[in-house]
């Protein structure tokens, strides 16, 4: 089974954040696929189904973005997907511009809490990420600040866009696999 978690906070008040651009678009693919998201188990939210045929699952890990990898430790632990490979996971990314995605097969946290949880759950950083970008902190903004900050009038236009190309990538990485979604969607700007 193929996870793709969506990262974010859980509570209203967190609609609509940078931060929370990773459920948002996990809210955009849910309604592309028709996978609902109605078990709440685990520390999670999340719904079973099949994109292009492969049994998918899609998770709202519940715990914060900075304890993000409990939850899904928990449901790999469940479901026996422990293969990282299988995980595909989607955040807000703080150095690249609105409308901008970036799709990796591994690599480091990047300074994203959210990334720094899961690897250290899960003891690996080999899982798929698609990075949202949410644009680069101002200097008189403390990054708290900003990723908790809601976007403006324009950049929610571009960010309304973003999202359901960011779904799109999730789909083609399951259909295709994660070299022809970044050949596709790296660098793209909308």
Do not use: C
């Not at 685990?42 to 492969?54: C, Q, S, T």
């Not at 990075?131 to 008189?140: D, M, Y």
Request: aromatic letters at 6%; glycine letters at 12%; a neutral charge.
């Amino acid at each position: 089974m193929i996870i793709i978690a969506g990262l974010g906070n859980p509570e209203p008040k967190y609609d609509g954040t940078r931060h929370n651009v990773g459920f948002e678009t996990l809210d955009a693919l849910s309604e592309a696929t028709g996978i609902s998201l109605t078990t709440h188990k685990f520390d999670a939210l999340f719904g079973r189904g099949e994109i292009a045929g492969k049994k998918v699952m899609l998770v709202k890990p519940l715990t914060y973005m900075n304890l993000s990898g409990e939850a899904l430790r928990q449901i790999t632990r469940y479901y026996k997907t422990e293969d990282v490979h299988q995980l595909i996971v989607i955040s807000d990314d703080v150095e690249l511009d609105v409308g901008v995605i970036r799709i990796r097969k591994g690599g480091s946290a990047g300074g994203h809490n959210g990334l720094k949880s899961i690897i250290k759950e899960l003891g690996d950083d080999g899982f798929q990420r698609i990075r949202v970008g949410v644009g680069k902190k101002p200097a008189q903004y403390d990054m708290v600040n900003w990723v908790l900050g809601h976007f403006g009038k324009e950049d929610k236009e571009t960010i309304a866009l973003v999202k359901k190309e960011a779904a799109d990538a999730a789909v083609m990485i399951v259909e295709q696999g994660a070299d022809a979604a970044m050949n596709r969607y790296n660098g793209v700007r909308l």
